[in-house]
């Protein structure tokens, strides 16, 4: 199938504007396999020391003649998608030794959970997670003990954190390695419903508890389409995991077949045989545009209008807000996964899953067929679903037909004719919009706004009573170097209770919202921020904003001379506590929403 006419001019427009941070990565990972700090050049003490516990592979990792596996993983046992990495370890030293490798843990990363942190104190070091992982991946890497990695992480921060700390060692063979979502639980249907009555007070705090331990019940990664979900995603369009292994249960045989699966697949390509594989390789211009093309199709979340530029940043890619929106405009959604439809990731893998997506992508010209995958010759070879027969596993095409059309429908007659992700621009800044869950008659929001400084006013004048009006609520000071730039998801059920009610309702901020935002438009992200310098700060109560996702305005109706002449609001006084006042350096550092909001990056000269 040819290429997408506006596929191949956005990819050509990408690798132009990379040529020189791209040929400055590639020329960094050829010195680091060449000069770089590696087993072979380890002194006798570096190398007992790097081996000196490693029990059974002790005489093996000593001879330096079979490949060592580093494994870096965000294990922890609070994080329901993380619980079962804690024995993946074990696992995996004894996949490797099946194929005459040896597997030692490099390090752990952390691994916050958003569910847990989210409209707390402590979300505001959500996105700086992301680069705290990073550095992380890059300390458990620098020992230079290991020929390839396998990376075990799938929530939020922490696969945009690892790939970015891992590219910076590219030239070392690397996988993700999934663990699979939990069994769907409570309708999300249902537990929309309960959550609106407590924010109308006509539940209370059992009812709401009872209803989110329903959903929200086992190890594995929480069902919605959220950000963990599209992390998983994403990996798969790029090539970096094992086909079809994304949503496949924990604990299964088919899981833990995968897992092996991969292990022996990282023992194959490493640098000593003849189908060398360095992850710096496999991410380039076309697997980003690929991210970039599954994240339209399938609706998922807008935290990756963030972390792809950063991720992309550190193999030497540079994207942009355009880039997305052009492709926006191409690429059709194919997947309707709660927020954006009724059933979640379970059903959407029983409906086809990934395996369903590339294959119709893929053979619409729509994705790069031709990128350097972990695991085959192209990223056709994806479109393949993992199978158990007996106790062997295998893989077979993807399903020629949806199994659910409700959840997964071909290209051709697609849930909507383009991307789930829209740019805003305007006299308030840019901006972005999830548009996949929205009702298109509320695509334009006209209406005077209510401005706040903090998500707990807006919940406080929303139990007062005071948006009781069609209203553009605005929330300021919330972008990177405000307050961390949180996730404000804690607003969507009061503003889809007023929204329900009948009102004209959209909000705007240069904050986040999670991966599970859903009806009511929302323009996010909008950049400049209100700290340093943005438009919101000049907004009144009472002004006038226009909301068009149809013809991507961001804009105050407000008179141009007046408009000019107005002093900027004061931002709040940074908070301390909960280790706030410890990332005060990420925060003063930190480079613009579009281009990934990382201090860190910006600091490297990324």
Not at 489 to 497: R, S, W, Y
């Amino acid at each position: 199938m040819t290429l997408n006419p506006i596929v191949a001019k956005v990819t050509d427009r990408i690798i132009e504007r990379s040529r020189d941070s791209r040929r400055r990565y590639l020329d960094l990972i050829v010195r680091a396999r060449e000069q770089g700090v590696n087993r072979p050049i380890l002194s006798c003490g570096n190398l007992a020391h790097g081996f000196a516990a490693s029990g059974d592979d002790k005489a093996t990792i000593r001879t330096g003649k079979a490949m060592n596996i580093g494994i870096v993983t965000a294990y922890n046992d609070m994080l329901s998608a993380h619980q079962p990495y804690g024995r993946y370890p074990e696992q995996i030293k004894l996949f490797a030794r099946e194929v005459g490798a040896t597997a030692q843990v490099a390090g752990g990363v952390p691994a916050m959970c958003d569910g847990v942190t989210q409209g707390q104190d402590s979300m505001e070091l959500s996105l700086f997670s992301r680069d705290t992982i990073a550095l992380s991946t890059s300390v458990a890497l620098s020992h230079g003990m290991f020929e390839s990695a396998l990376l075990l992480g799938i929530c939020d921060k922490i696969v945009p954190g690892l790939l970015i700390g891992a590219l910076r060692f590219g030239h070392l063979p690397m996988m993700l390695v999934p663990s699979g979502p939990m069994p769907t639980g409570l309708a999300n249907k249902e537990k929309v419903r309960i959550r609106q009555l407590y924010a109308e007070g006509k539940v209370g705090r059992e009812e709401l508890l009872e209803s989110e331990s329903a959903s929200y019940h086992g190890a594995g990664t929480c069902t919605f389409y959220g950000t963990a979900n599209s992390n998983q995603m994403m990996m798969e369009m790029m090539g970096l995991h094992m086909p079809g292994s994304s949503f496949v249960l924990p604990g299964t045989k088919l899981r833990q077949e995968l897992t092996r699966a991969a292990v022996h697949r990282i023992a194959g390509i490493g640098w000593d045989g003849d189908d060398y594989r360095p992850l710096g390789h496999c991410v380039d211009e076309k697997a980003i545009v690929n991210a970039i093309v599954g994240l339209l199709a399938t609706g998922g979340s807008t935290n990756h209008v963030i972390h792809l530029p950063a991720i992309a940043r550190a193999a030497g890619v540079q994207i942009d807000w355009n880039d997305m929106d052009e492709l926006s405009r191409v690429v059709p959604l194919i997947a309707s996964v709660y927020p954006n439809g009724a059933g979640d990731v379970n059903y959407f893998h029983a409906a086809g899953g990934m395996p369903y997506v590339i294959r119709e992508l893929v053979a619409s010209g729509l994705a790069h067929a031709d990128i350097r995958t972990v695991y085959g010759q192209s990223l056709a070879e994806g479109a393949q679903e993992p199978v158990m027969d007996g106790e062997t596993l295998r893989w077979t095409p993807a399903p020629k037909a949806s199994a659910d059309e409700s959840m997964l429908r071909p290209v051709a007659t697609p849930f909507q004719a383009e991307g789930g992700l829209r740019l805003l621009e305007g006299n308030l800044g840019r901006g972005t919009i999830k548009v996949s869950a929205v009702d298109p008659a509320r695509w334009t929001i006209e209406a005077p706004v209510r401005v706040f400084d903090d998500q707990n006013q807006v919940i406080a004048a929303f139990k007062a009573g005071e948006l009781e009006r069609d209203v553009v609520v605005v929330v300021r000071f919330q972008g990177p170097a405000a307050n961390g730039m949180p996730e404000l998801h804690k607003l969507t059920p009061p503003l889809g209770v007023l929204q329900d009610r009948g009102f004209k309702v959209a909000l705007v901020t240069d904050g986040r919202m999670s991966g599970a935002s859903g009806k009511v438009p929302a323009a996010i992200h909008v950049s400049p921020e209100a700290k340093l310098g943005g438009p919101l700060a000049r907004l009144r109560d009472g002004d006038v904003v226009r909301v068009c996702a149809d013809s991507g305005e961001l804009v105050a109706l407000v008179d141009p001379a007046e408009w000019a002449a107005r002093d900027e609001a004061i931002a709040p006084a940074e908070a301390v506590g909960v280790g706030r006042e410890l990332f005060a350096l990420m925060r003063h550092h930190t480079d613009p929403a579009e281009r990934g909001g990382s201090a860190m990056l910006s600091a490297a000269g990324l």
